[in-house]
């Protein structure tokens, strides 16, 4: 490669990778071949010894140009804000769910407290004998107890993926400007063995207790009606048995 | 050598180099390329990095007979970079030196 063909070369892949300030990187190349010259080498075995033209741009390009990282780093900004839009509203959208378990669960023992004390709020509970308002007051508060362990995993699990899209967030604005990377945080949530065995144990046993009881207060509620559709015949859903 | 894994000891070898003297670039590759082996343009990038992060400052010098030099010279910050990078790097190659005897033994 002659002096001509090096330095031209080096120019057009410094500005393909948009490094500033070419002129004076090409000087400085261009001195080097003058001070050799005068050494006595050829131009061939300069720019052999100097290397590859491309391998060197891309060096330049490794340091990173000042308006380079500049905009590099308002084009993540950018681009990170659209994403925290569809994150937002990715968020809201679990911590709705969430809000909805909780409610649930709310419910549920809202409506097992009833049965239990043979209250009917705004007559919303049909009727039945004790024994059925027993069993199956038992089926929904372990129903309640369930659905509230899954609130706390669920709520466990929505404050970690924050968590691990934060450090995100913050490690991409870092890498954009230049600066160091902390750890990325996994997305599973860290809850400690033994809450977690404790946790499982009542999800389980409520889980138990929440079937049985439902079968058991259908067929409860089955003899003591003396029918299939014992609803029918205590005139639930706001109708009475037609015979 | 892994071009990525001398650069960092090139750049100390430059600020050395300049803490004794202010030089023109083409010195610089020369005094680096008959010491180290190197591609000859390998130096101006780092050159370019260490006057970017505010190591080193350049002027241009009228010569006799030749176009204008561009010399470098270490600045304040380059002074105090070089001593503490000097010394960290001393302490790392003194244990790896460690590390990499024959005989050497991690039982004590």
Not at chain 1, 83 to 92: E, M, Q, R, V
Not at chain 1, 159 to 178: C, D, K, P, V
Not at chain 2, 26 to 34: F, G, H, N, R
Request: aromatic share 12%; net charge neutral.
């Amino acid at each position: 490669m002659t002096r001509n063909e090096f330095l031209s070369k080096l120019a057009d892949e410094l500005k393909k990778n948009n490094i500033g300030e070419i002129d004076d990187i090409i000087s400085e190349y261009d001195q080097h071949f003058a001070f050799k010259l005068a050494d006595g080498f050829s131009e061939e075995e300069i720019a052999a010894k100097l290397g590859n033209p491309v391998l060197i741009a891309s060096q330049f390009e490794s340091i990173g140009d000042e308006n380079n990282s500049r905009g590099r780093k308002a084009a993540a900004i950018i681009g990170l804000g659209l994403l925290d839009i569809f994150a937002g509203a990715f968020f809201i959208l679990l911590s709705a769910w969430e809000a909805i378990m909780a409610a649930f669960s709310l419910c549920g023992a809202v409506i097992a407290f009833s049965l239990f004390g043979s209250i009917s709020p705004w007559s919303l509970i049909p009727n039945m004998p004790r024994l059925a308002e027993i069993v199956f007051g038992l089926s929904l508060s372990s129903l309640s107890v369930l659905t509230a362990v899954g609130c706390i995993y669920f709520a466990a699990f929505i404050r970690q993926l924050m968590r691990s899209y934060r450090r995100f967030h913050e490690n991409t604005i870092a890498i954009a400007s230049g600066r160091g990377i902390l750890p990325t945080v996994t997305i599973s949530p860290k809850i400690s063995s033994r809450f977690n065995r404790r946790l499982r144990t009542i999800a389980l046993i409520s889980l138990i207790l929440f079937t049985t009881c439902f079968v058991l207060g259908i067929l409860v509620s089955m003899i003591l009606s003396g029918t299939l559709e014992f609803w029918h015949t205590w005139g639930w859903f706001g109708y009475q048995a037609v015979n | 050598m892994n071009i990525q894994y001398k650069k960092g000891v090139l750049e100390l070898c430059v600020l050395s180099l300049l803490k004794r003297r202010d030089c023109y670039g083409y010195e610089i590759s020369e005094y680096l390329s008959k010491h180290i082996d190197i591609a000859d343009g390998t130096v101006y990038p780092i050159l370019r990095k260490l006057r970017k992060e505010g190591l080193l400052s350049t002027y241009t010098q009228e010569e006799s007979g030749g176009p204008p030099r561009k010399y470098y010279s270490l600045t304040n910050l380059g002074h105090e970079t070089y001593e503490k990078e000097r010394s960290e790097y001393l302490k790392f190659a003194k244990k790896v030196e460690l590390l990499l005897e024959d005989g050497f033994d991690d039982k004590e």
